[in-house]
T-cell receptor, first 113, second 115 residues
Framework: GEDVEQSLFLSVREGDSSVINCTYT??????LYWYKQEPGAGLQLLTY?????DMKQDQRLTVLLNKKDKHLSLRIADTQTGDSAIYFC?????????????FGTGTLLAVQP | DADVTQTPRNRITKTGKRIMLECSQT?????MYWYRQDPGLGLRLIYY???????NKGEISDGYSVSRQAQAKFSLSLESAIPNQTALYFC??????????????FGEGSRLTVL
């Protein structure tokens, strides 16, 4: 079945760049996502990338996709304390057979002032 | 008011009790989902429904059942709760026609503790 793996924890200093990594197994994925979960809240979509793209940039966020290695990363430039949250990678075949999202294990990002 | 509302937000119960978690949405979305979140395991899909007459099992449906009473309501039941069902449960909605493909809208979660 599908599997999405992430490291559990990342600690950075305010102002540094953060890089959160994810690996997935389903080669039929059409979209890959990054969701953010702030303390005590549900998840919110942060950004997504279509599977035929290598990179997507959105202000401080850069998503890199290596489809050959099934590796996705999220880079946050100039990390702020407000970026402290759990970040979930997810994949789906949206528009395809199942339209389900499969989430990773989540990475807790702690930003030190 | 939240677009996706879950009740109760917190519940403590005993082994063997029947529990129902309710979810209602005002987004007008056809698709609704139940996930559970466990530390180190991320979110795992329990059940999902693409319309009122459609119910599908997710990765971990054993021990759970669902009911889609209306487009706006999707409830999750634990017929006989056990301690390893202690978790944070999330309801989510989506629509195939959204601008952002695969964007799910989550409720704030229901924390269930089974003693």
């Amino acid at each position: 079945g599908e599997d999405v793996e992430q490291s559990l924890f990342l600690s950075v200093r305010e102002g540094d760049s953060s890089v959160i990594n994810c690996t997935y197994t389903d080669s039929s994925s059409t979209y890959l996502y990054w969701y953010k979960q702030e303390p005590g809240a549900g998840l919110q979509l942060l950004t997504y990338i279509f599977s035929n793209m290598d990179m997507k940039q959105d202000q401080r966020l850069t998503v890199l996709l290596n489809k050959k290695d099934k590796h996705l990363s999220l880079r946050i430039a100039d990390t702020q304390t407000g970026d402290s949250a759990i970040y979930f990678c997810a994949e789906s075949d949206w528009g395809g057979a199942t339209n389900k999202l499969i989430f990773g294990t989540g990475t807790l990002l702690a930003v030190q002032p | 008011d939240a677009d996706v509302t879950q009740t109760p937000r917190n519940r403590i119960t005993k082994t063997g009790k029947r529990i129902m978690l309710e979810c209602s949405q005002t987004k007008g979305h056809d698709r609704m989902y139940w996930y559970r979140q466990d530390p180190g395991l991320g979110l795992r899909l329990i059940y999902y429904s693409f319309d009122v007459k459609d119910i599908n099992k997710g990765e971990i449906s054993d021990g759970y059942s669902v009911s889609r009473q209306a487009q706006a309501k999707f409830s999750l039941s634990l017929e006989s709760a056990i301690p390893n069902q202690t978790a944070l449960y999330f309801c989510a909605t989506s629509d195939l026609g959204t601008d952002l493909p695969g964007e799910l809208f989550f409720g704030e979660g229901s924390r269930l503790t089974v003693l």
